[in-house]
């Protein structure tokens, strides 16, 4: 039976890990080397503020021989509607109180429209069934209700050109899609760049980045590929993904052309459906 993921469940998880590794001897820098992963990151689970991903709790059961415990005793989102290495992205960007994204290809998925989302899920490979499809959405779309909170989290986003011109499900759908974007940057809900292609290569161009700062927490970076995804926590990696950002942020349009930009190419989108 699946252990619900509450706070109290956290707390009792955290605790045991705690008992193991003081068990075992390990001090939590010690138990961090060699389970690959943050002491920050191990504190946070003793403390009950964070849960392991699936692939941090075998390491952590392998490391202090807990027979499986830490993996079978791991409490369980019951979302299952999100791939496993974004749910722990999924559980920070809700608490985030800054957000800034690089996207190089795709909308991100906090500001995309039904249709466009709809149509970024039927294109996925391996194929899913109409109901895998629609509870995706349904999680797509509740997480874009943190903009309905014109406060927090202060959200900025620097798009790659490609992702304007992409024709992801056809004129309308595009012509929508980058409409919402403007209207959420010209309401001052969220903050917008685009990287243009006449700027060239530039400092993000190998992939996807998102940028999170907490009241509780230290900031972190989240990094995307090919159907992977890591929430990087080393202070010295993030604060490199932070440059790395405002260097491309430094070649991208002003937040004011930029509006203008995808409020032309939405227009070309128009005419193209027009016609």
């Not at 249709?115 to 959405?137: K, Q």
């Amino acid at each position: 039976m699946a252990i619900e993921d509450n706070p109290e469940s956290r707390l009792r998880y955290g605790e045991e890990l705690r008992s193991r590794r003081e068990a075992a001897g390990f001090t939590q820098e010690e138990l961090s080397a060699r389970a690959i992963m943050s002491r920050t990151h191990i504190a946070h689970i003793e403390a009950g503020r964070r849960r392991p991903n699936l692939e941090d709790a075998r390491r952590l059961d392998d490391v202090l021989q807990a027979g499986g415990v830490l993996v079978r005793f791991l409490p369980s989102r019951g979302e299952g509607r999100v791939a496993e290495h974004f749910a722990e992205a999924l559980e920070l960007e809700r608490r985030a109180t800054l957000i800034r994204t690089y996207a190089p290809k795709l909308v991100p998925g906090l500001l995309q429209t039904k249709a466009y989302a709809h149509e970024v899920f039927r294109l996925g490979f391996p194929p899913r069934t109409e109901e895998e499809r629609d509870a995706l959405l349904v999680t797509r779309l509740a997480r874009a209700k943190v903009f309905d909170d014109f406060k927090s989290p202060v959200a900025w986003y620097l798009l790659d050109e490609a992702v304007l011109r992409r024709p992801v499900g056809g004129p309308a759908v595009m012509c929508a899609q980058l409409r919402h974007i403007a209207d959420l940057g010209e309401r001052g809900r969220i903050r917008v760049h685009v990287l243009p292609f006449a700027v060239g290569p530039h400092a993000l161009v190998e992939g996807f980045v998102s940028l999170m700062w907490f009241n509780d927490l230290p900031p972190v970076a989240y990094v995307e590929g090919l159907n992977t995804g890591r929430v990087l926590e080393d202070p010295a990696v993030v604060r490199d993904c932070q440059a790395i950002y405002e260097h491309a942020l430094g070649d991208a349009l002003s937040h004011h052309e930029s509006l203008a930009l995808i409020k032309s190419v939405a227009d070309d989108y128009e005419h193209a459906e027009q016609s």
